[in-house]
């Protein structure tokens, strides 16, 4: 598979490692000097590649994805803090027929940890003697806070029982790739379910599986759809 880096920082490297490593070619890296507001990437510079994956910042990223809509190129981002322009993205790209899949992150064991916050949120459900909350930690440079998969699990949960506020706290110290954990407080007792990163590679890893089955796929997917699960 010839694959198209929009985002040429640490994300950017992990995933041509990751890329690489599962067999694939990385035909073009295209880095925030030469794309302001999505105006660098352009077909020559693609370089006929059958899948963008795109790692950048939150005030580049629907640029990006407007500018590979118009072009028709499949693309997978893991960039978060963007929610709100989601609705023009996803017309954007069934506008022109094309390829999106999504996610504030790409690890497979996130998805477990949304899974089973599920599961959680729907048994205390009404049950007036437990407290609830989120807690996300990352490194000191990440720039969103909360971290778009702590949001994401909010809004989720919100839905699931909407008599609790499932508020967040976030941390941002040190070099912590991402930890997210979920904490129901009764009186007695405590559930904690805690999902930590140990390694950036994982998401790398996983935006190479999304880019894997994304190809001959048209429409607006998540890591949901990709795991077989309900989006």
Do not use: C
């Not at 809509?69 to 790209?93: C, H, K, N, Y």
């Amino acid at each position: 598979m010839r694959i198209a880096l929009v985002g040429t920082g640490r994300m950017g490297q992990a995933v041509r490692r990751a890329a690489e490593e599962r067999g694939h070619q990385v035909v073009a890296e295209i880095g925030s000097g030469m794309n302001r507001g999505g105006t660098g990437i352009t077909r020559e510079r693609l370089a006929d590649a059958e899948v963008v994956v795109e790692f950048t910042r939150s005030d580049a990223v629907v640029g990006n994805l407007l500018r590979l809509a118009e072009l028709g190129v499949p693309v997978v981002t893991g960039t978060t803090g963007w929610s709100g322009q989601l609705a023009r993205v996803i017309a954007a790209v069934e506008a022109r027929g094309s390829a999106l899949l999504y996610a504030p992150n790409f690890s497979i064991g996130a998805q477990l940890l949304v899974r089973a916050a599920r599961e959680v949120a729907a048994a205390i459900r009404g049950q007036e003697g437990f407290d609830a909350g989120l807690t996300e930690a990352h490194h000191r440079e990440k720039r969103d806070t909360p971290s778009g998969t702590a949001l994401a699990l909010q809004q989720l949960l919100q839905v699931v029982d909407p008599s609790r506020e499932w508020p967040i706290t976030s941390v941002r110290t040190g070099w912590v790739p991402g930890t997210h954990t979920l904490e129901i407080e009764g009186r007695f007792e405590t559930l904690t379910i805690t999902h930590t990163v140990r390694d950036r590679a994982v998401f790398a890893e996983g935006a190479v599986v999304a880019a894997e089955w994304l190809q001959g796929r048209r429409g607006v997917f998540t890591l949901d759809h990709l795991l077989g699960g309900t989006s």
